[in-house]
T-cell receptor, first 116, second 116 residues
């Protein structure tokens, strides 16, 4: 079974609107971390936001927030007030156990297109 | 200077060639990584170096040979590659390896490799 599932290959959003990118995960380890990265067409993956499995509150970083629903094993990324520069590929990733984030498992990604 | 720099950006090589990919990080990080990103496949971790020592080697064929001469530089030496090795090769760094689980990765823009 896939450890990280991103069911939306592509998403469209109107500029200035909010968009939610889905991510579900599968792990039996009680300690894990969830990451979201953005990959523009330039190729560089950019860290956006992190949520630890024991964190009580949903993570937020500027216009990015993570809707963490532990019982449902979902970690959806919410981007508020979309901008044209948000058009990119978005990856959800999970680190299990106390291993370093570099051993994260990545999902297949979602391509987001922001329309003017 | 950007945090993680990769050269070359694009590389075309024949199956009998020998070439090297270079990665340099200017962040003072202690861990460096090589990832492979193929079309329609999730990001795959290839190698991890922590304090210049290789700590992970994820069953990568011997035609890929990493080298980490110091904490700022990472190379991937390529020899007798196959067409299926064509992919985007991403280098990343993190402050440490195995110390916490929340450390984010800083990626370079990648080398787009085509093997003919």
């Amino acid at each position: 079974a896939q450890k990280i599932t991103q069911t939306q290959p592509g998403m469209f959003v109107q500029e200035k609107e909010a968009v939610t990118l889905d991510c579900t995960y599968d792990t039996s380890d009680p300690s894990y971390g969830l990451f979201w990265y953005k990959q523009p067409s330039s190729g560089e993956m950019i860290f956006l936001i992190y949520q630890g499995s024991y964190d009580q509150q949903n993570a937020t970083e500027g216009r990015y927030s993570l809707n963490f629903q532990k019982a449902r094993k979902s970690a959806n990324l919410v981007i508020s007030a979309s901008q044209l520069g948000d058009s990119a590929m978005y990856f959800c990733a999970m680190r299990e156990g106390i291993a370093n984030a570099g051993k994260s498992t990545f999902g297949d990604g979602t391509t987001l297109t922001v329309k003017p | 200077e950007t945090g993680v720099t990769q050269t070359p950006r694009h590389l075309v090589m024949g199956m009998t060639n020998k070439k090297s990919l270079k990665c340099e990080q200017h962040l003072g990080h202690n861990a460096m990584y090589w990832y492979k990103q193929s079309a329609k496949k999730p990001l795959e971790l290839m190698f991890v170096y922590s304090l210049e020592e290789r700590v992970e080697n994820n069953s990568v064929p011997s035609r890929f040979s990493p080298e980490c001469p110091n904490s700022s530089h990472l190379f991937l030496h390529l020899h007798t590659l196959q067409p299926e090795d064509s992919a985007l090769y991403l280098c990343a760094s993190s402050q440490d390896y195995g110390r916490t689980g929340s450390e984010k990765l800083f990626f370079g823009s990648g080398t787009q490799l085509s093997v003919l």
